[in-house]
Nanobody
Framework: VQLQASGGGLVQAGDSLRLSCTASGRTFSSYGLGWFRQAVGKEREFVAFISRSGGSAIMTYYSDSVKGRFSISRDNAKNTAYLQMNSLKPEDTAVYFC?????????????????WGQGTLVTVSS
C-alpha cells in the first residue's frame, strides 16, 4: 500500500488543522493506521493509531501529549485516514507521517509499521 499525507501548514497556537493520509490499493480497510511526528533534532514519536476495520470494534490510541486534543479517524470508502488536531501548541510543530501496519502489538513503535508515507509539515507559531 502507498500512503500520502497532506494538510500540513502554518497555524497559530490554539488553531485547528486536519491532516489526511490517502492510501492506494484495495486493502486499505485491512490495515491499522498510525500517525507519527518528528521535530527538528528529535526522534520520531508516536501520535495516534486507529485499528483496521471489520470484525472487532475499531480501537484508537493516542500519545499522552495529544490525548484530548487530537482525534484519529478513517473513511474506508475514501481510502483515507484523518488526524484532527485542535488546540495546537508550538510544541506540536513537526513533520507528521502516516504509516500502515497489521496487528495491534507495539502500535506506538515506528519499527512495527510496514508502510510509510512522506511527511507533511505542521508549524505552530506562538
Amino acid at each position: 500500500v502507498q500512503l500520502q499525507a497532506s494538510g500540513g501548514g502554518l497555524v497559530q497556537a490554539g488553531d485547528s488543522l486536519r491532516l489526511s493520509c490517502t492510501a492506494s490499493g484495495r486493502t486499505f480497510s485491512s490495515y491499522g493506521l498510525g500517525w507519527f511526528r518528528q521535530a527538528v533534532g528529535k526522534e520520531r514519536e508516536f501520535v495516534a493509531f486507529i485499528s483496521r476495520s471489520g470484525g472487532s470494534a475499531i480501537m484508537t490510541y493516542y500519545s499522552d501529549s495529544v490525548k484530548g486534543r487530537f482525534s484519529i479517524s478513517r473513511d474506508n470508502a475514501k481510502n483515507t485516514a484523518y488526524l484532527q488536531m485542535n488546540s495546537l501548541k508550538p510544541e506540536d510543530t513537526a513533520v507528521y507521517f502516516c504509516a500502515a501496519r497489521n496487528g495491534l502489538v507495539g502500535v506506538r513503535t515506528s519499527s512495527q509499521y510496514d508502510y510509510w508515507g512522506q511527511g507533511t509539515l505542521v508549524t505552530v507559531s506562538s
